[in-house]
């Protein structure tokens, strides 16, 4: 589900946005893609870190409040495209995948508190966490690696019908929008006011701190629209109400990956799991993951170990 100390999603030109069926290899037998596929996870086996093949578990920081990326199910279990894909990747290093629900700002302070191993929470790979900073430059802790594994823009949600004629950030002056506070899309939201302010038609911000709430006040009709992640506002747009509630509009902005956060000193598995992503790109697991919940046009071309800006 954060320039400020939690931007949830920024940029990243380093990422190619590919279709899923390209990333499958090609030009050899299958028994060859086989063969590749089982190397790939053999190398990522052997670089898994002594400390979680013995205990035979990777323990997963995420804020489950993200539907659907990372949230619980109606059995009360962790679902979602992060889950699901925490779970190949377990399957992959053979391990079992412990998912421990934390509050999204407590995310990588408990990362370096090692109360898990990773973090993989639509987090996004931006500079400021690789580097432990904030706005200013200031440290406010030792930084992260990442491992980048999906790409989300940011989309404008409104209501079903788009009864404003909302298309672009600069229509959404002179009104009011639903953010989750501290996500990259507070962080654009926050630009656009000072753009509508020039423009002499104020734009007010609704924050909240969770996205659920903020589509609920969009919902309500408060709202004129809310800015998320491209995978949440297509859930809600497809599944609330039937279909009936919300619809997308305009293009996405600032496509970004997402990136499973590791310690700076934990290389061995920092490493380990950017090939584990790899195989599961390689043997067809990932896009079936991706066509499940919807969101195949965020799919990246391989892992990509600290590729956002």
């Not at 104020?202 to 491209?230: C, I, R, Y």
Request: charged letters at 25%; one cysteine or more.
């Amino acid at each position: 589900m954060h320039h400020r100390p939690h931007p949830r999603r920024t940029a990243a030109a380093a990422l190619a946005l590919v279709s899923a069926g390209a990333l499958l290899l090609t030009g050899c037998s299958a028994g060859g893609q086989e063969k590749t596929a089982k190397d790939a996870g053999e190398v990522a086996r052997d670089k898994l870190p002594k400390a979680q093949r013995s205990a035979g578990v990777l323990r997963i920081g995420s804020d489950l409040n993200y539907t659907p990326v990372d949230f619980r199910g109606a059995d009360g279990k962790p679902a979602g495209l992060d889950p699901d894909i925490a779970e190949a990747l377990g399957k992959v290093l053979n391990v079992r995948i412990e998912i421990v629900d934390t509050p999204f700002d407590k995310l990588i302070p408990n990362l370096h508190a090692k109360q898990y191993d990773v973090v993989m929470s639509a987090l996004s790979d931006i500079r400021q966490r690789r580097e432990g900073v904030d706005d200013t430059g200031r440290q406010i802790h030792p930084g992260v690696d990442f491992v980048d594994y999906f790409i989300a823009g940011s989309s404008i949600t409104v209501p079903k019908g788009n009864p404003k004629g909302i298309h672009t950030l600069d229509d959404l002056c002179g009104r009011v929008v639903a953010v989750q506070q501290g996500t990259t899309q507070d962080e654009i939201i926050g630009r656009q006011v000072t753009a509508c302010s020039r423009a002499g038609k104020p734009l007010t911000v609704h924050k909240f701190d969770t996205d659920a709430k903020a589509l609920a006040e969009v919902a309500s009709g408060v709202s004129a629209a809310g800015l998320n992640d491209f995978p949440v506002a297509a859930y809600a747009a497809k599944t609330t109400d039937n279909g009936n509630r919300f619809e997308v509009t305009g293009a996405q902005s600032k496509s970004n990956p997402y990136g499973i956060a590791v310690r700076k000193d934990d290389t061995a598995l920092r490493d380990s799991l950017s090939k584990a992503v790899d195989q599961l790109i390689r043997s067809g697991e990932y896009d079936k993951i991706l066509s499940k919940w919807n969101v195949s046009a965020g799919a990246a071309q391989n892992a990509v170990v600290n590729g956002g800006i």
